[in-house]
C-alpha cells in the first residue's frame, strides 16, 4: 500500500516545512519546542550528529529487509509512533487519524492518555500494533481501572510515563502566553508526582499477564529496577527535551542502558530521530524499537493519515540505503561494531536532521 504523495513529498524536510505552514504558530512552537535552555533538545540530536558509521564492503546487498517485530507482529520498520499529546491540534482527527496512519505504514503506535478521544474508538482506527500511554492522575485504583480499560479495548501493551512528575516550563509557550487547552483541564498532577517504585509494583502484581512498559528511563540504574520489578518494555526518554533541562542526549544514555537491563526486556528509545540512519545508528547501539515524536506529527499536520504514511516510507527508503551501504541486508547483522564516536558537523538544533530545510527560502 503506498500513501499517494509519492510526488507531493519527495523529502521529509518538505514534510517539515508543509506542517510549518499549515500549523497555527502557537501549536508549531509546542511542537518544536523543549524546556527553558532547550539545551536536552539539542543535546539529543547532537548524541546521534556524534555517531559515525564503520562500513563494511564486497557484500552481496542485492536485497534489504529493515522489517522487524513487536509483540509477535511483524512490523515494516523496527518504529512506533510516540505518544504525543492532543494530537486533535495537528488535525483534527487526532489519535484516530494516526492509528489509520500506523496501520497503512504498518508500524506499532503508543497512543497518549492525552487526548479527548475515547480509547476504545482510538484502537479501532487502523490495525497496526497498539500501546496506551499513561500519565498518572489518580491513585492506584484509578491506575488499574486505566489499565483494565485499555486491555478490554484490545491494546497490546501499557506504558507509563516516568518522568514527567513535575511539569517543566517551557518557555516558548510562557513567553508568548500561550496556554494549552488541554493543560487548562489537566488535574491530578500531585499522583504523578507521588508514583514510585511502590505503586507500579502494586498495579504490575495486580493485572500479571499485561506487558508493562516504562517510558522516561534516563540511566542504567533506572533501567536494572525496571527490570527486577518485571517490565516488559524499558523506554528510553527524556520527553523530547521537554522536561528536565541540561540532561543527556538519549542516544548518548542509551547504551548503558542496554548495558542495564541485558536482555531482561525489550527497549526502545526516543529523541531527535529524523532520519532512516538515526534508526539504524539505535539499532546497532542495541535498541529494539525506535519512538519518533515530533517526525510523525509533521507528517500528521501535512497530510493526516497519508503524510504519517509517507514519513514511514522515506524512513524506509533512508534505512535501506544506510543498511546497503553499511554491508547488511537485517537488522539482526547490525550491532556495535558498524558505529563510532566522530565530530558532529551541523549546527546542532531540532531541524539540524535537514539541512536542506529554510522555511523562508521558496527553492525547497
Known amino acids: 500500500m503506498a500513501s499517494g504523495l509519492e510526488n507531493d513529498f519527495v523529502t521529509l524536510h518538505e514534510i517539515v516545512k508543509a506542517a510549518k ?4 504558530p ?3 512552537d509546542y511542537l518544536i519546542g523543549g524546556t527553558e535552555t532547550e539545551t536536552t533538545l539539542r543535546r539529543n540530536r547532537l548524541a546521534l550528529d556524534t555517531i559515525a558509521f564503520k ?5 552481496d546487498v542485492s536485497s534489504i529487509d529493515p522489517s522487524s517485530e513487536i509483540l509477535g507482529r511483524k512490523i515494516r520498520l523496527p518504529v512506533m509512533l510516540a505518544p504525543v499529546g492532543s494530537l486533535e491540534s495537528f488535525e483534527a482527527g487526532g489519535g484516530i487519524t494516526v492509528a489509520q496512519g500506523a496501520g497503512a505504514g504498518n508500524v506499532a503506535m503508543l497512543i497518549s492518555s492525552v487526548t479527548t478521544l475515547k480509547l476504545e474508538d482510538i484502537v479501532k482506527g487502523g490495525g ?4 496506551y500511554q499513561l500519565y498518572v492522575r489518580g491513585d492506584d485504583a484509578w491506575v488499574a481501572d486505566r489499565v483494565k480499560q485499555a486491555m478490554d479495548a484490545g491494546y497490546d501493551a501499557f506504558c507509563i510515563t516516568v518522568d514527567t512528575q513535575v511539569y517543566s516550563r517551557r518557555e ?16 491530578g498532577q500531585d499522583h504523578q508526582a507521588a508514583f514510585s517504585w511502590k505503586n507500579f509494583i502494586a498495579v504490575r502484581e495486580k493485572f500479571p499477564d499485561v506487558k508493562f512498559m516504562l517510558k522516561g528511563i534516563g540511566t542504567g540504574e533506572d533501567a536494572d529496577l525496571a527490570c527486577q520489578h ?3 518494555g524499558v523506554y528510553c526518554s527524556n520527553h523530547g527535551g521537554r522536561q528536565l533541562d541540561h540532561g543527556r542526549g538519549s542516544a548518548e544514555a542509551l547504551p548503558e542502558i542496554v548495558e542495564a537491563v541485558a536482555g531482561r526486556a525489550k527497549v526502545a528509545v526516543d529523541g531527535s530521530f529524523s532520519r532512516g540512519s538515526d534508526i539504524v545508528k539505535a539499532i546497532c547501539m542495541g535498541a529494539d524499537w525506535v519512538g519518533l515524536g515530533r517526525l510523525y506529527c509533521y507528517g500528521l499536520a501535512a497530510a493526516g493519515a497519508a503524510g504519517i504514511e509517507r514519513v514511514i516510507e522515506l524512513l524506509e527508503e533512508e534505512m535501506k540505503e544506510a543498511m546497503g551501504l553499511l554491508g547488511v541486508t537485517s537488522l539482526a547483522q547490525l550491532d556495535k561494531s558498524y558505529i563510532a564516536r566522530s565530530w558532529p558537523t551541523n549546527l546542532t538544533g531540532v531541524h539540524s536532521a535537514f539541512p ?9
Not at 497496526?128 to 500501546?131: A, L
Open 21 to 24: 505552514i499549515r500549523l497555527n
Open 26 to 28: 502557537n501549536i508549531w
Open 55 to 59: 562500513p563494511r564492503v564486497l557484500r
Open 128 to 131: 497496526g500494533p497498539k500501546i
Open 172 to 187: 516558548r509557550d510562557i513567553a508568548k502566553r500561550f496556554v494549552k487547552s488541554w493543560r487548562t483541564s489537566a488535574v
Open 230 to 232: 518485571g517490565v516488559w
Open 356 to 364: 536542506l530545510l529554510n522555511l523562508q527560502d521558496e527553492g525547497y
